[in-house]
């Protein structure tokens, strides 16, 4: 059997077994998989973000390393005031709190079980004036009375198969309406992500982001932080 194949039967038991392998990154703190109702302190220059983590909500409950990643670029690039920013894949809504916190109008997204924790998140960072929280499922139509947006953030959103063709209708059809910028950061930690990539190519060209001064430490990460671009 190939080592695809493999990591393909390993993944209908488990699809979420990639996102529990350790990573040794010197990102993120440590989260237990069995993490429950803490809170922790995190600095990203010139902000800095309360975020209560919770494993028992899903995945999307502890924080990701691209999202640090992520939140990091974002805060070094500087103040977003008068943007309107939608993040994917909120999870704890630690992206989206870090735009808010740069002075954006924010809208926070993810699946149903993890919008508490968003909502405690964005009153922990006192950011109910600019960060709203709304479920938002891929591939599902977007809310007819989505605000536009400037500027739509990922991170670490590619790791269940089913959901690729998903993930990648939602950023066409925000793309389409919006033409926004697409910042997209994305942990490789399996071959199969591979096929992720093969769906976005048809529908958003990328380059890597060139001024993020850390991007050769993150390449060793096998991290990549990426800017998509649709394809006309
Ligand atoms: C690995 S977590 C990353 C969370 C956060 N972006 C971060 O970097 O810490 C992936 C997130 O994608 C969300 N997600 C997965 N499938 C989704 C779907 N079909 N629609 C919307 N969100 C989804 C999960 O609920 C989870 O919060």
Not at 38 to 44: G, K, Y
Not at 98 to 112: E, F, K, R, S, Y
Not at 186 to 211: I, N
Request: aromatic share 6%; glycine share 6%.
């Amino acid at each position: 059997m190939s080592a695809l194949a493999l990591e393909e039967q390993l993944d209908a038991i488990d699809p979420l077994r990639h996102l529990r392998q350790h990573d040794e990154l010197d990102l993120v703190p440590a989260q237990p998989p069995s993490v429950h109702n803490q809170t922790l302190e995190l600095a990203f220059p010139p902000v800095s973000i309360r975020l209560l983590v919770d494993a028992s909500p899903g995945c999307g409950g502890i924080a990701w390393p691209a999202g640090e990643v992520l939140s990091t670029y974002i805060a070094r690039r500087g103040s977003l005031q008068g943007k309107h920013v939608l993040e994917l894949g909120s999870g704890t809504g630690l992206v989206g709190l870090v735009a808010g916190m740069l002075g954006a109008d924010v809208c926070i997204t993810d699946q149903a079980p993890l919008l508490p924790i968003m909502e405690r998140n964005v009153a922990l960072n006192n950011l109910s004036d600019c960060v709203s929280v709304l479920e938002l499922n891929w591939g599902d139509p977007l809310p007819r009375n989505l605000p536009h947006f400037d500027l739509i953030l990922a991170a670490d959103c590619v790791y269940f198969e089913p959901a690729f063709p998903l993930l990648v209708q939602t950023l066409v059809d925000i793309a389409s309406r919006d033409d926004p910028e697409i910042l997209f950061c994305y942990k490789k930690r399996r071959k199969a992500d591979k096929r992720f990539f093969t769906m976005l190519k048809k529908k958003f060209s990328w380059e890597e982001a060139f001024d993020d001064p850390d991007r050769e430490k993150h390449g060793k990460d096998a991290i990549s932080l990426l800017r998509l671009a649709r394809r006309r």
